[in-house]
């Protein structure tokens, strides 16, 4: 009885290890097979075709006690996300220290301007509004920013690079 135990088990590892290497195989690790691993969004197989605007890209702004990056779509119409950075910023009875990714449909870019609010505390009343335009002779993004903290507002001026 024992036998057949250790005969039954033995089998089930056997084809649970070749399985297991089949999938392995399948991953893509045969030369020459393609690697299905790593998916391409839609965004990605649009903008394959779509020229890349000027505007386009990840744009990094400094400003008092953090930063944004904004990923700007490839052609250019609007901002895909915002990452951003926030070291004891401080506005109104609130100082803040936070990170995060931020989207939107809404954040469209009109000519070369935009206007992007991120709600930093849901549902509390602490927004962060950027504004920006685009400056074509020095191929920069550059605008100001503005805290709402309950009522009290705070704001400056930011400078994007790439």
């Keep these: 009885m024992r036998e057949r135990r250790f005969a039954r088990t033995s089998l089930l590892l056997v084809l649970g290890l070749s399985f297991s290497m089949a999938c392995g195989a399948l991953s893509g690790e ?37 930063e944004a990056v904004f990923h700007i779509a490839r052609d250019g119409s609007h901002i895909n996300s915002i ?12 100082t ?20 992007a609010t991120i709600d930093l505390n849901p549902p509390h009343i602490e927004e962060l509004t950027f504004e920006g335009t685009y400056d074509a002779a020095s191929q920069t993004w550059s605008g100001t920013w503005d805290g709402d903290e309950y009522g009290t507002h705070c704001n400056g001026d930011w400078a994007a690079t790439r």
Excluded at 96 to 115: A, C, L, P
């Design 83 to 94: 990452d951003l950075r926030l070291s004891g910023w401080h506005c109104g009875g609130t």
């Design 96 to 115: 803040m220290s936070t990170n995060m990714q931020v989207r939107s449909s809404s954040w469209t870019i009109d000519g070369k301007e935009f206007s």
């Design 30 to 66: 045969i030369p020459g097979m393609p690697d299905f691993s790593a998916t391409e969004t839609q965004d990605a197989i649009m903008n394959a075709a779509t020229p890349a605007s000027p505007l386009s890209g990840d744009w990094r702004a400094a400003f008092d006690s953090g």
